[in-house]
């Protein structure tokens, strides 16, 4: 007993900072967004899969679904693909019923009305890159459990963790993610190269011949000037980060990069392990 309830502490403090470090920022849901959008390319998604989920979305908000639009709705919730999105990993285990104080406050730090409407955005962007996975693979299978089955292959259901899932996620709070999308990242590197490449190349269209470190140049985009100094750079070379699914993999070559991965307090210990500072 005494151990479950250190347990469930590990995991309010997890809680408290996801939400703290993710949750309010807009740029959280944008880079998920740029993730969800390489993944659904992969996976042959297509303009018109986004255009039909958006529309789906909307006659649902308005009330004016057709029997054929909330038939599809309908089979989406049911198959988990609208509510087993990115968002469903920000939320807390607030089910129990004398939760501890920790728990309280992870309740009520994921509960912040500030982070409640910015997570309110986040949700509708991550219900139309779902949905439009969806709708895509109804069209390509004919069978609802397959096109579900694409989701859960491309974009993930969070909502579906092991308990060993929720012993890792304490240390590594992105552990939902990490956990599928390699694997994925492997595949899709053996299968459609053309993925990585294509990531690759839009990369060094913005970084060749520009100025700046080798770790900058690898891990994300040099802006251009002109836009750089709009936003206060002054003259000095800006690179913004590339949230490409694909960079998981870079992982795998530099063991070592897993640490910003980890939690400030397991990392801590880690470090101190490794005598570094």
Do not use: C
């Not at 959008?37 to 958006?54: C, Q, S």
């Not at 019923?97 to 728990?103: R, S, V």
């Not at 694997?183 to 294509?198: D, F, I």
């Amino acid at each position: 007993d005494g151990l479950n309830k250190t347990m469930r502490h590990l995991n309010a403090v997890s809680d408290i900072w996801r939400s703290l470090v993710t949750s309010y920022k807009p740029s959280h849901y944008r880079n998920n967004f740029i993730g969800n959008t390489i993944n659904n390319l992969a996976a042959g998604v297509t303009i018109n899969d986004y255009k039909v989920a958006g529309k789906l979305l909307k006659a649902q908000k308005n009330g004016t679904l057709t029997a054929a639009q909330k038939k599809i709705i309908d089979s989406a919730y049911k198959h988990n693909v609208v509510s087993g999105g990115f968002l469903t990993d920000d939320h807390g285990g607030f089910h129990f019923t004398d939760p501890t104080k920790l728990e309280k406050a992870a309740h009520k730090v994921s509960n912040n009305k500030g982070i409640k409407k910015v997570r309110g955005y986040g949700e509708v962007v991550d219900d139309i890159s779902r949905l439009a996975n969806y709708v895509n693979g109804l069209d390509k299978f004919g069978d609802s459990g397959r096109a579900a089955g694409q989701v859960r292959e491309f974009l993930f259901n969070y909502n579906e963790m092991t308990d060993a899932d929720r012993v890792v996620r304490m240390a590594v709070p992105f552990w939902n993610w990490t956990k599928r999308n390699i694997p994925l990242q492997m595949k899709l590197l053996m299968e459609q190269p053309k993925v990585a490449m294509n990531v690759e190349r839009f990369q060094n269209l913005f970084n060749e011949d520009s100025e700046g470190e080798d770790w900058q140049k690898e891990s994300g985009i040099h802006v251009p000037q002109p836009i750089a100094n709009a936003f206060g750079a002054d003259g000095e070379n800006y690179y913004t980060s590339l949230p490409s699914p694909t960079k998981d993999l870079n992982t795998l070559l530099h063991p070592l990069s897993f640490l910003s991965s980890i939690a400030p307090v397991p990392k801590m210990g880690i470090e101190l392990a490794m005598n570094k500072k």
